[in-house]
Every structure is written in structure tokens, then in C-alpha cells.
């Protein structure tokens, strides 16, 4: 069974900081790895894709992935408390819907 | 505006009963999906369709069916099998396998049993 694994937090990290959240997963086959942002009440919102190895960055977000040890990680730089919220990680490993870890709790300390 | 819309937002199901939660998209997404969420807890699969008037099973499919008649619609019915429905629902889409696909969500729908 494909499995997705998250720290489940919460983290706490002082506003200014950077937070990093980082994501296992089982299926080394896997092909695409999304970061999704959920709000308490509401959906999922996607906020970064990608597909190769090394890191993208987005504004103040930067995901890094190494298929080499099935890791995925997510970089916050100059946390906010807006930025509370739980983080969702996401595999495709084609043609079967996307496998989600739990999520991360991450609290910005203001 | 293009996206996904759930409806409605609440319900609230007595003990017996059948409740039908709608799923609606105007993306031109092949792939739809239903997943639950409970408290704390990650997105479990429900079901799945890849294209009209086919779908398939997920993890947690017992005391729920869908239907897929329309490309642009996946209802989701609750039904008195299921034994402890209250969750937040929701439904996803994406195009369908063309390697890179990402899923994006409708705002959920919040079920109660009363």
C-alpha cells in the first residue's frame, strides 16, 4: 500500500523564522509531489508542485525533493502568522489518485 | 469564474436516512474524487471515476455510491449503511492521467448526523 508519512506537530516557530515541513513516501515509482495548505474549517488549497529533483521556489516557499530517498520537503522563509495553518503533502504515482499524508500543524508565533 | 462547488456547505442526516452531497466543476477536468476528513485526521479516498459512466472504489467506499452521467458532475450519496457519516467531505478534480496532475478542491461539505 502507497503511504504518505508527515510529522503530525504541531510546530511552532517565531514569526521571521523559517519553518520546514518534510513528507516520506513508500512508492518509489511515485512521479509528482504537491504541497496543499488547509486552513482549519476549510479545503485543501494547493500551493507547490514538483516533479524533479533539487528545489523550486515560489515567493517564500520552497520545495525540495530527493527521489533518491523518497523525501519531500517544504521551506516557509519569513514565517507569518498567516502562514498557521496544516500542511498537506500529496504523491501521484500515475493513474491512481493522489496518496495524502496526514498534514503537519505549523504555528507562527507572532 | 472556473472551479469546483460543493453543496450545500451543512447537512444534517438523521439516523436512517439517505443524503445526496453534490459535486459540480467547470474545468473540463476528466478525473473526479471524494475524500473524507475527520477531525485531525488526513484525506481518505471514497471514490474515484477517470471518465464518464465509470468510477471506481477507494479505501473507505462501504455505505456510499456515486454516479458519474456527466463530465462535469460526481454526486456523492451517504447512504444508512454507512454507520458513522459525520465528517467534512470533499471533492476534488484534476485531468486525468497526463503524468504531472494536480487536484484541486471544492469548500466541503460539512455532514451531521442528528
Known amino acids: 500500500q502507497k503511504e504518505v508519512e508527515q510529522n503530525s506537530g504541531p510546530l511552532s516557530v517565531p514569526e521571521g523564522a523559517i519553518a520546514s515541513l518534510n513528507c516520506t513516501y513508500s512508492d518509489r515509482v511515485s512521479q509528482s509531489f504537491f504541497w496543499y495548505r488547509q486552513y482549519s474549517g476549510k479545503s485543501p488549497e494547493l500551493i507547490m508542485s514538483i516533479y524533479s529533483n533539487g528545489d523550486k521556489e515560489d515567493g517564500r516557499f520552497t520545495a525540495q525533493l530527493n527521489k533518491a530517498s523518497q523525501y519531500v520537503s517544504l521551506l516557509i522563509r519569513d514565517s507569518q502568522p498567516s502562514d498557521s495553518a496544516t500542511y498537506l503533502c500529496a504523491v501521484y504515482s500515475g493513474n491512481t489518485p493522489l496518496v495524502f499524508g496526514k498534514g503537519t500543524r505549523l504555528s507562527v508565533i507572532a | 469564474d472556473g472551479g469546483i462547488t460543493q453543496s450545500p456547505k451543512y447537512l444534517f442526516r438523521k439516523e436512517g436516512q439517505n443524503v445526496t452531497l453534490s459535486c459540480e466543476q467547470n474545468l473540463n477536468h476528466d478525473a473526479m474524487y471524494w475524500y473524507r476528513q475527520d477531525p485531525g485526521q488526513g484525506l481518505r479516498l471514497i471514490y474515484y471515476?477517470?471518465?464518464?459512466?465509470?468510477?471506481q472504489k477507494g479505501d473507505i467506499a462501504e455505505g456510499y455510491s456515486v454516479s458519474r452521467e456527466k463530465k462535469e458532475s460526481f454526486p456523492l450519496t451517504v447512504t444508512s449503511a454507512q454507520k458513522n457519516p459525520t465528517a467534512f467531505y470533499l471533492c476534488?478534480?484534476?485531468?486525468?492521467?497526463?503524468?504531472?496532475?494536480?487536484?484541486?478542491f471544492g469548500q466541503g461539505t460539512r455532514l451531521t448526523v442528528v
Open positions: 476534488a478534480s484534476s485531468m486525468r492521467d497526463r503524468g504531472l496532475t494536480e487536484a484541486f
Open positions: 471515476s477517470q471518465i464518464v459512466n465509470d468510477f
